[in-house]
């Protein structure tokens, strides 16, 4: 019995982190190579912020920029140990006290599309409000300023923050949704997936075509303020996005549908 349970936990542990592990390197690793080589060159007219982060090769203070970039690498490393991979162990054990089906087997449509409805509501309400709550001026200067460090924010940045922030503000709200649902391993994978791969879109300072439109968070990043939310809808319900409702940037916030770089 206790070799089946580690089995399981290995299974569930070693999935949860194989999908994090795999969104972080192919999409978030795939936008710092445009940054820092520039290639392929057709990405650079979709970039946001123009001329921010175009990374170390065309910076003048090489130095400064390089420094910046091993600080993110080692932040990304510590999260991803001290926070995110206990978190997957602590995540196994909340599933298996809901009673969820830890095996790979596939729900069926309707269950997994009512699933993902609830994840995506349970996370816009928990990240709205705590992200919110770190911009106090108490939370502000002792947790979240690290992740505001980046004003023209790149993909890797997604985990790049203080690890109370970490947990508190990006991985409970994340986790929320399968645990509350008790939903099967499958649909928690998919929804990883999904979800991370949009928190990178949001954080990668460019506006691709058929993409998620990162305009509205890339914004929260250049002004400091408001677009607490991902989906924007609690935003609009407390007036948070006044300023980015104000902002040119307002009417880009769509997806694009052509080759066409938005201006």
Request: with cysteine; proline share 4%.
């Amino acid at each position: 019995m206790m070799y089946t349970d580690f089995r399981e936990l290995f299974r569930v542990v070693w999935s949860t982190f194989a999908v994090y592990l795999s969104i972080l390197s192919l999409v978030g690793g795939g936008f710092l190579v445009v940054d820092l080589y520039h290639r392929p060159r057709w990405i650079l007219k979709y970039k946001i912020q123009k001329g921010k982060n175009l990374m170390v090769r065309n910076i003048p203070y090489f130095t400064i920029e390089k420094r910046r970039l091993w600080d993110l690498f080692n932040n990304v490393i510590l999260n991803s140990t001290i926070i995110l991979l206990p978190g997957a162990v602590v995540f196994y054990f909340l599933l298996k006290w809901r009673d969820a089906d830890l095996t790979f087997t596939s729900p069926s449509i309707t269950v997994f599309l009512l699933h993902f409805s609830g994840f995506i509501i349970i996370e816009e309400i928990g990240f709205y409000y705590a992200h919110r709550l770190l911009h106090s001026s108490f939370l502000y200067k002792r947790i979240h300023k690290k992740h505001h460090e980046w004003t023209a924010p790149v993909g890797l940045t997604a985990v790049y923050a203080h690890p109370v922030e970490m947990l508190v503000s990006n991985l409970i709200p994340f986790l929320c949704g399968p645990v509350v649902f008790g939903s099967n391993l499958v649909t928690s994978l998919w929804w990883f997936a999904i979800a991370f791969t949009v928190t990178i879109i949001h954080h990668s300072g460019y506006h691709l075509p058929l993409l998620p439109s990162p305009e509205f968070h890339d914004f929260h990043h250049l002004k400091f303020t408001g677009n607490y939310g991902v989906l924007g809808v609690l935003d609009r319900l407390h007036g948070t996005d006044k300023l980015f409702r104000e902002s040119s940037r307002f009417k880009k916030h769509r997806v694009i549908f052509s080759a066409a770089a938005l201006t």
